[in-house]
């Protein structure tokens, strides 16, 4: 792209308004209508600013995004200062490295703790209150470790508590708020939408941390937890204000253990999912060690203050910013597991470099080669996620990849404040860069997926025949699908039936199983269940078209001339039949539509 030839044209259109149809009539075009004048002026920024970001901006022009966007990148910058000042506040109480990192853990991991069911709240309740609820919890952790701070009564536990609420706060918020994008934008500029998200972390971290550094050294740490409070009031007060229109489901909600469950259950049953979720959780155990232990870095190896720290982390910050605005340049020239290899030895290299180094000025520039890396495989396993999940367990699937980026840094930032304590930070790093050299080998044994579009939505399937009277807690729900293969298909058919089987259990499938009549072999019978009749109904409308298609290629090799048989039975367990009329029905509920196509 060429940078100086669009800020060209952008001059031109400031400084020289647009000429009308060819008619000669120049002035009149000029002036004539001072409106038109300006309209036109506008129209040449925008379209020079549309040349420069490409269609990056276009969610800016829905209004309920541009606010929460702009009151977000308060909140962000709030944030990472108050990160800063309570890095820098471990650091002036105890010296101790293995200390200094365990900040880094406690504002992880919560993340890594609680994702999960945040993930599920986010899909079950009004996403408007959850942010809501979650901002809450975090202004009330970083304004009591404001008043302790100003009351000198803050000690490296008090520190590592409220720090953990504050991360509790933010963790409960998270999924709820990135899931909620969707009902800011129209669907056509949601990945830009999303983009922008990201960038608004980007920015706040690129200029956040040395605005926290500068904050910490004038006034000291109080007063970085102090503007951490007051950051999150915008954003509180914008989502506050904002009237979100709900959508009625066909369905009700899965209450909170069985939504957890469901999420659970489908990574379980996804290879795919399996494969991105460890090495998301590798690259943040061993990248991670570049945060965990930059105090320490700015203090020992480089032997700088609140200042220097502050730098280092904006230097990393930038570098995400130019990975943020490069992932889909970078997209369109490599697959996830080349980002991946290529990321992992870029990154340790950085690492290399901030061991060896002693000045700023070498250890800035890899500090920034390593921010962009980091964010270009980070997103690039977040994408390759989003792209093989369907939508109606999103949340659920982005809270785990949150908890495996956020454990990871978590649980590695003990270890790496363990070793650097023992041994010395610059040691620390050179190990971090061996085994980071190693995370990206594994794609040899455990590649990241390619985008095949494989969380596309299948249609709808008609109600199913009932004539007898259900509730939504009727079950377990016995589903039981006869086929008729010949001997010859049978060795395709069975290989078939092993990838149906992981379609059936990540939607919501127990004990699955096939079997084939010893006295009739061309009859093979696929028998699974579903704890109640609404489980049922869920599971059976999860499969996204591919996993439709690769139940419709089994059901293709069934043999006529009969249709293939599908039964659907409620097991009735001892005790669970009324033995007499007057005996209450304790099932809950309302019944469900007895009628279906």
Known sequence: MNRP??????????????????DGATKRGRFA????????????????????FGDVLEPFGQRVFRRIWIASLFSNFGMLIGGVGAAWAMTELTGAADKIALVQTASMAPTMILSLVAGAIADM???????????????????????LGLARLVTPEVLLAFTFLTGCGMALMSPAWQSSVSEQVPGEVLPQAIAMNGISFNIARSFGP??????????????????????YLPLLLVMAFWRRTLEASRLPPERLGRAVESGFRYVVHSPRMRVILFRTLLIGLVGGALQSLMPVIARDLL?????????????????????????????QRLNGESIARLGAVILASSLLVVALSRSPWLTAPALVAAGCVWTLSVTAFNIGLQLSTPRWVAGRALSLFQTAIAGGIAIGALGWGAVAQRSGVDTALLIASLLMLGTGALGLWLKMPTDDGSNAEADELAEPEVNLALTHRSGPVVVQLEYRISAAQARTFYDLMQAVQKTRQR??????????????PELWTERFTCPTWLDYLRQRNRATQVERDIQDRARALHLGPEPLRIRRMLERPFGSVRWKDETPDRGGGGVLPTQGA
């Not at 036109?40 to 549309?50: C, F, M, N, V, W």
């Open 303 to 331: 032997g700088g203050g609140p200042r220097t720290y502050g730098m280092m982390l904006g230097s990393f910050g930038v570098g995400a910013v130019a990975g943020s605005l490069n992932v889909s340049a970078v997209r």
């Open 507 to 520: 939607n919501g499938a127990y004990d699955w199983s096939i079997a084939r009549d010893i006295a009739d």
């Open 210 to 231: 040395a605005i926290g550094g500068a904050i910490v050294a004038v006034a000291g740490a109080v007063a970085a937890f102090v503007a951490n409070a007051l950051a």
């Open 5 to 22: 030839g669009v800020i060209s044209n952008a001059w031109q259109a400031i400084l020289r308004p647009r000429m009308t149809q060819a």
């Open 33 to 52: 209508n001072k409106g038109v004048g300006v309209e036109q002026t506008t129209g040449g920024i925008a379209r020079s600013a549309k040349k420069l």
């Open 125 to 147: 309740y009004d996403r408007r209150k959850v942010v809501l609820c979650g901002l809450g919890i975090a202004f009330v952790g970083s304004s009591c470790l404001a008043a």
